[in-house]
């Protein structure tokens, strides 16, 4: 082996397993806050009192639906300027505009799109599900 660290195959194996390593401990780190703040939110404080909003639940249903929407809104926002230069507050305002505006259209989206296709969904693959069931005990009721 030489000083360098071996042959470039052990050391893209090694940094692949790092990668992987460090991965998997913040998935693990998170996993472990998230489970603490769901513990912890019987606390009263300040910190928990933020962190435990119930509007954080509403937010967090519509965050698939205001992705979608969030470039559409941002490229209007950006592409509208006359002048290509910005200052620090404008494009401060520019990220609170395009969040509350993609929160805003994500919301009717959602409740006239999204949740009743979930729904439907659901109910779909019930229906599919119980006759299965259904399909699946008479044939083992006619073999007995």
């Given at each position: 082996m030489s000083k360098s660290g071996g042959n470039p195959e052990e050391r893209e194996?090694?940094?692949?397993?790092?990668?992987?390593a460090k991965a998997f401990g913040m998935v693990l780190k998170k996993a472990l806050f998230f489970r603490l703040l769901k513990e912890k939110c019987r606390?009263?404080?300040p910190a928990t009192s933020i962190l435990c909003w119930p509007g954080w639940r509403v937010l967090?249903?519509?965050?698939?639906?205001t992705l979608m929407t969030h470039v559409l809104v941002n490229m209007q926002i950006t592409l509208s300027r006359i002048h290509n230069t910005m200052s620090?507050?404008?494009?401060?305002?520019?990220?609170?505009?395009?969040?509350?505006?993609?929160?805003?259209?994500?919301?009717?989206?959602?409740?006239?799109?999204?949740?009743p296709?979930?729904?439907?969904y659901k109910a779909v693959v019930d229906i599919s599900s119980r006759k299965e069931t259904e399909n699946h005990t008479s044939v083992k009721s006619k073999q007995l």
């Open positions: 194996a090694i940094a692949v397993s790092l990668d992987i606390w009263i404080g967090s249903r519509l965050s698939l639906t620090q507050t404008q494009m401060l305002a520019d990220a609170a505009a395009v969040t509350v505006i993609s929160y805003l259209l994500a919301l009717p989206l959602a409740l006239l799109i999204e949740y296709a979930v729904q439907l």
